[in-house]
Structures are given as structure tokens and as C-alpha cells.
């Protein structure tokens, strides 16, 4: 019953605080380029690499935020303007340009020696357009120092009381000894 409060508590601070547990995102530049196939065909379509100016990444990690939203929009050009359906999407990126380019030609090099037919989509037909959603903590991070550091002491100050009232309510449902 212990551990069971523990963990509720745990995801409790985790809804409460994401920055503890997702580390702050930071918004760069980047390259990417996307690539769809079907399972059902032979061939390959791959855009050509494209840079965004404002890509939300994750500071420790270097994650793309939303990688979903930009493989969507790589789907609705191909179902809308191609009229190809059932594609898989996915999307590549890196904040140097020479590296994605070594990962596009492996890709390619990967993909022919399948036995597939690779065509490319300029960037005249299909280009990426930045997915900036933004969190609670991005907008955070934005303050003046002075507001920042208030919040972050009130967020401590209500964590410090659900811990108390936690602790409260764990005494109270111990049970108690038959003598």
C-alpha cells in the first residue's frame, strides 16, 4: 500500500512539474527530410532536405517535439495531392546538414539495394512548416527572471503541501495496533 502511495505521488509531481521530468526544450534550427513507402508498392518517395528555422528539440536529449505533426504533414501531401494512401512516414533531422545528408544517402543506398524505386519531392511541391507547440514550462522559460523565480517558489510551496497532506493522510490510515 506503501509503494502504491509512493508511485501516486511520483506521477502526481510528474502532472504537476513536466520540467522534472522532461528536460527543457529549446527551440533551433534544423534540417530534416522525409521519406514514405507503402508496403504494398515498390516505390519510395523522399523529400528533399529542408531547413526550419524554429524547431522545438529537448535540451537534454536532442528529441524532435512532435515528430508526429511533421509526419502528418508529409501523409496529407501524399493522400492529398498524390492520392496515395496507406503510406508509412517518417522523418529524419539533424541541426548539421552534413550529417543528414550522410543519413539520406544511406537511406537511399538502403532502400535501392531493396529494389525500390525512389522518387523525390522537391521542395517546390511539399515543404515542412514548423510545428510550435508550446508547454506551460516554454512559455516559463520566456519571464523575467524575477516572475520565473516566483513561480518556481509557489510550485515548491504547493509541492511541500501535498507532500504534508500526503504524510497526513498515510498516518492516519495506518493501522493501528490490538493490544
Keep these: ?15 504537476l512539474f513536466p520540467s ?21 508498392d515498390s516505390t519510395a518517395y523522399m523529400t528533399d532536405i529542408q531547413r526550419l528555422d524554429t524547431v522545438i528539440l529537448e535540451a537534454k536529449t536532442s528529441f524532435l517535439r512532435d515528430r508526429q505533426l511533421y509526419t502528418a504533414q508529409l501523409n496529407a501531401y501524399l493522400e ?17 546538414r552534413k550529417k543528414l ?15 525500390m524505386k525512389i522518387k523525390p519531392i522537391t521542395a517546390d511541391s511539399f515543404s515542412f512548416h514548423p510545428e510550435l507547440w508550446t508547454t506551460p514550462e516554454d512559455e516559463r522559460a520566456n519571464l523575467p527572471k524575477a516572475e520565473r523565480k516566483a513561480l518556481e517558489k509557489a510550485d515548491r510551496a504547493k509541492l511541500k503541501e501535498q507532500q504534508k497532506a500526503l504524510k497526513e493522510q498515510q498516518k492516519n490510515e495506518k493501522p493501528r495496533k490490538k493490544r
Excluded at 492520392?83 to 512516414?89: D, E, F, H
Design 1 to 15: 500500500m506503501k509503494l502504491l502511495k509512493y508511485i501516486l505521488l511520483l506521477a502526481l509531481c510528474g502532472c
Design 20 to 40: 522534472l521530468v522532461q528536460g527543457k526544450a529549446k527551440r533551433v534550427p534544423t534540417y530534416m527530410f522525409g521519406y514514405a513507402v507503402s508496403l504494398i
Design 80 to 96: 492529398d495531392k498524390l492520392v496515395l494512401s496507406n503510406m508509412t512516414c517518417a522523418v529524419f533531422y539533424n541541426q548539421k
Design 101 to 115: 545528408e550522410k543519413v539520406r544517402a544511406k537511406v537511399n543506398k538502403t532502400q535501392l539495394a531493396m529494389g
